[in-house]
C-alpha cells in the first residue's frame, strides 16, 4: 500500500466519520428535545425508589447517556452502508476540488487504481457493521426495544400462535428488562396437544434454556386451570402433548416447550435487524412459524447477505459520473451521480416490495437488482476520465 493509499484512506474514514457524527448528532439533537420531560420522569421515579428527593443533573444526563449510547450502535447498522457510498463519492469529489487527480493520471495511475483503494475502505466498514450486528445488537437488544423515559414494561401483547403445535400465547403484559410475561395464558388447541380445548393460566412466565442457553420454551409460576385442584393432571394431553407440557416441582408450576420466544410476543415477527444472521437461518427451518413470516424472514436474510456486494457495485457505478471524462464540472457530475443513486434505490425498493407482497421469490427480489447494477457497473466504466 502506497503513501497515497493510506492518504485517500484517511480521507475515506474521516468523511464516514463526520458523516455519522453529523446524522447521529442531528438524530440526537431532535430526539432528546422531544423526550426530555420523559427521561426527567425516568429519572424522578429511579430517585424514588432510592429514597431520594430529585434525582439531580448528573442523574438525567446518565439516563440520557445510557438511551443514546445503545442508539448510537443501532444507528451506525442504519446508515453505515449509506455513509460507506457516501464517503467514496466524496473522497473522490475532494480530490478533483483539490487538483489531486491530475497529477495522479499524468504519473499512469488510473482511476480504477484509486477505486480499489475506495474498495478496501468500504470492505473495513463492512467489517464493523457486520461485528456490530452479529455481535453487538443482539445482546442489547432489549435496551434497543425500550422507549424513551419507560422502565421496559409495555402494555398488552397480542396473541401469538405456535403453528407447529397449534398453540395460542397470550399475556397481560411484557417485561422487557426481565424478559417476562405477566399474566400469560396459554390456550391448547386439540388434537395436537390435547383432546379437548384447554386454557393453562399462569401468573407469570419466564424463558425456558437449554443447556446451550437457546430459549426453548417457557416455565409457568402460579399455573391455575378454573375448576381444578390439579392442573396438569387435569389436562387430557395426547403423546405430544406431553412432550411439550410437563409439570414444575409444585402443583402450581409447569413448563412448556415452545419456540415463540420473547421477542416474538413483543416485535410480532417484525424486528429481525436485532437477530445474528445464525439465528435467523435457524429460524427458516422453524415449524411454528407462519408462511407469510418466513417468507418475509428469508428475504430478509438474503439481503442482508448481500448486502456487502450491493454497497461495493453502488460504488463502482457512482465513480463514473463523479471523475466523467466527458465533463469537468463537479456540480454536473454530483447532480448526474445524484439521479443514478436515487434511480438504484426506487429500483432495489421496487424488487423488496414485490418480495414482500409475494409477487416474486425472494431470490429474485435479492439478486435481481445486483445482477442489473452490476451489469450496469462494468457497462458505465467507459465514462470514468483516465
Known amino acids: 500500500m502506497t503513501i497515497f493509499d493510506r492518504y485517500l484512506l484517511r480521507r475515506y474514514w474521516h468523511v464516514f466519520g463526520?458523516?455519522?457524527?453529523?446524522?447521529?448528532?442531528?438524530?440526537?439533537?431532535?430526539?432528546?428535545?422531544?423526550?426530555?420531560?420523559?427521561?426527567?420522569?425516568?429519572?424522578?421515579?429511579?430517585?424514588?425508589?432510592?429514597?431520594?428527593?430529585?434525582?439531580?443533573?448528573?442523574?438525567?444526563?446518565?439516563?440520557?447517556?445510557?438511551?443514546?449510547?445503545?442508539?448510537?450502535?443501532?444507528?451506525?447498522?442504519?446508515?453505515?452502508?449509506?455513509?460507506?457510498?457516501?464517503?467514496?463519492?466524496?473522497?473522490?469529489?475532494?480530490?478533483?476540488k483539490h487538483g489531486e487527480l491530475n497529477p495522479i493520471l499524468s504519473a499512469g495511475i488510473s482511476t480504477f487504481r484509486l477505486g480499489q483503494t475506495l474498495f478496501i475502505g468500504a470492505l473495513v466498514v463492512e467489517g464493523l457493521i457486520l461485528l456490530n450486528q452479529e455481535f453487538v445488537i443482539?445482546?442489547?437488544?432489549?435496551?434497543?426495544?425500550?422507549?424513551?423515559?419507560?422502565?421496559?414494561?409495555?402494555?398488552?401483547?397480542?396473541?401469538?400462535?405456535?403453528?407447529?403445535?397449534?398453540?395460542?400465547?397470550?399475556?397481560?403484559?411484557?417485561?422487557?428488562?426481565?424478559?417476562?410475561?405477566e399474566g400469560a395464558e396459554f390456550v391448547l388447541n386439540p388434537p395436537k396437544l390435547c383432546d379437548?380445548?384447554?386454557?393453562?393460566?399462569?401468573?407469570?412466565?419466564?424463558?425456558?434454556?437449554?443447556?446451550?442457553?437457546?430459549?426453548?420454551?417457557?416455565?409457568?409460576?402460579?399455573?391455575?386451570?378454573?375448576g381444578e385442584t390439579n392442573p396438569y393432571e387435569s389436562l387430557q394431553l395426547t403423546s405430544l402433548g406431553r412432550q411439550h407440557v410437563k409439570p414444575g416441582p409444585t402443583p402450581d408450576e409447569m413448563s412448556i416447550r415452545t419456540e415463540v420466544g420473547f421477542d416474538r410476543l413483543y416485535n410480532r415477527d417484525s424486528q429481525y435487524e436485532y437477530l445474528p444472521t445464525w439465528e435467523l437461518w435457524r429460524r427458516l427451518r422453524n415449524p411454528s412459524f407462519s408462511h407469510r413470516s418466513l417468507r418475509s424472514q428469508n428475504l430478509y436474510l438474503q439481503t442482508r447477505l448481500t448486502r456487502w456486494i450491493m454497497n461495493l457495485i453502488v460504488v463502482a457505478v457512482g465513480v463514473p459520473f463523479v471523475v466523467r471524462k466527458e465533463s469537468t464540472s463537479l456540480l454536473t457530475n454530483l447532480a448526474m451521480c445524484s439521479g443514478v443513486m436515487g434511480l438504484m434505490m426506487g429500483v432495489n425498493q421496487l424488487f423488496l416490495y414485490m418480495g414482500k407482497a409475494n409477487l416474486i421469490r425472494p431470490e429474485l427480489a435479492v439478486f435481481a437488482p445486483i445482477i442489473i447494477w452490476g451489469t450496469a457497473a462494468a457497462w458505465f466504466s467507459g465514462l470514468v476520465r483516465t
Open 138 to 181: 443482539p445482546r442489547i437488544a432489549v435496551h434497543l426495544q425500550v422507549d424513551a423515559g419507560h422502565d421496559g414494561v409495555t402494555g398488552s401483547i397480542d396473541p401469538v400462535k405456535d403453528f407447529a403445535t397449534d398453540m395460542l400465547i397470550v399475556g397481560k403484559r411484557l417485561h422487557l428488562a426481565e424478559e417476562r410475561i
Open 18 to 96: 463526520v458523516g455519522f457524527i453529523a446524522l447521529f448528532g442531528l438524530y440526537f439533537v431532535i430526539d432528546v428535545f422531544t423526550n426530555v420531560t420523559d427521561f426527567i420522569d425516568q429519572a424522578n421515579e429511579a430517585a424514588k425508589k432510592k429514597g431520594l428527593a430529585s434525582p439531580g443533573a448528573f442523574a438525567i444526563v446518565a439516563t440520557i447517556g445510557e438511551y443514546y449510547s445503545y442508539r448510537a450502535l443501532y444507528f451506525f447498522g442504519v446508515v453505515g452502508p449509506t455513509l460507506e457510498v457516501i464517503s467514496a463519492m466524496v473522497a473522490m469529489v475532494l480530490m478533483q
Open 196 to 226: 379437548n380445548l384447554a386454557t393453562i393460566y399462569a401468573h407469570e412466565a419466564t424463558p425456558l434454556h437449554n443447556k446451550q442457553g437457546r430459549q426453548i420454551g417457557w416455565k409457568l409460576k402460579g399455573v391455575s386451570i378454573p
